[in-house]
């Protein structure tokens, strides 16, 4: 039983290494030709991390945004450095960077924005990891 715990514990750590989008929230409303701002946040690590890159990029999902495999290729909007910070004056905000992004004009309709994060980790040796996550808004 100790061994199963201590690889469960492991498995919840691994997890836990993984990039989050803080903003923009699902459901939240953004202009079509607008600037949003997207956070990232990374969990912290336990072990050695290097960051390597996120894209960032934007499709509008029309009535499949529960079906990601339907999707458009997005646009992108950003495609570069990450660097999460901390920042003593937003504690709560953990290690995380903020990015503008400016919206191509966009129709009206959900949108799904969309991010893939490249780094590595590891003990001895640094792995390279990939994560992604999503979230929809709308745009009016
Ligand atoms: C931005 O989008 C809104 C809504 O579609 C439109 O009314 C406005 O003219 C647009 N502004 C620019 C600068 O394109
Ligand atoms: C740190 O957080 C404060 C409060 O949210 C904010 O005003 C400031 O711009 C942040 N600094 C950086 C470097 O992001």
Request: hydrophobic content about 40%.
């Given at each position: 039983?100790?061994?199963?715990?201590?690889?469960?514990?492991?498995?919840?750590?691994?997890?836990a290494?993984?990039?989050?989008?803080?903003?923009?929230?699902?459901?939240?409303?953004?202009?079509?030709?607008?600037?949003?701002?997207?956070?990232?946040?990374?969990?912290?690590?336990?072990?050695?991390?290097?960051?390597?890159?996120?894209?960032i990029?934007?499709?509008?999902?029309?009535?499949?945004?529960?079906?990601?495999?339907?999707?458009s290729?997005?646009?992108?909007?950003?495609?570069?450095?990450?660097?999460?910070?901390?920042?003593?004056?937003?504690?709560?905000?953990?290690?995380?960077?903020?990015?503008?992004?400016?919206?191509?004009?966009?129709?009206?309709?959900?949108?799904?924005?969309?991010?893939?994060?490249?780094?590595?980790?590891?003990?001895?040796?640094?792995?390279?990891?990939?994560?992604?996550?999503?979230?929809?808004?709308?745009?009016?």
């Amino acid at each position: 039983m100790k061994s199963f715990f201590l690889l469960t514990s492991l498995a919840a750590c691994a997890l836990a290494q993984r990039m989050h989008i803080q903003a923009p929230t699902p459901g939240q409303t953004v202009s079509g030709n607008g600037t949003v701002t997207v956070e990232l946040e990374q969990d912290p690590s336990l072990g050695p991390m290097r960051q390597t890159s996120v894209l960032i990029a934007i499709a509008s999902c029309y009535d499949v945004c529960d079906q990601p495999d339907q999707w458009s290729p997005g646009t992108i909007v950003y495609n570069g450095g990450f660097d999460p910070e901390w920042n003593t004056s937003a504690p709560e905000k953990g290690h995380y960077q903020d990015f503008q992004v400016q919206l191509p004009g966009l129709q009206p309709g959900p949108i799904v924005f969309q991010v893939a994060h490249q780094y590595q980790v590891g003990g001895a040796e640094l792995q390279p990891v990939f994560d992604y996550a999503t979230v929809l808004v709308n745009v009016v």
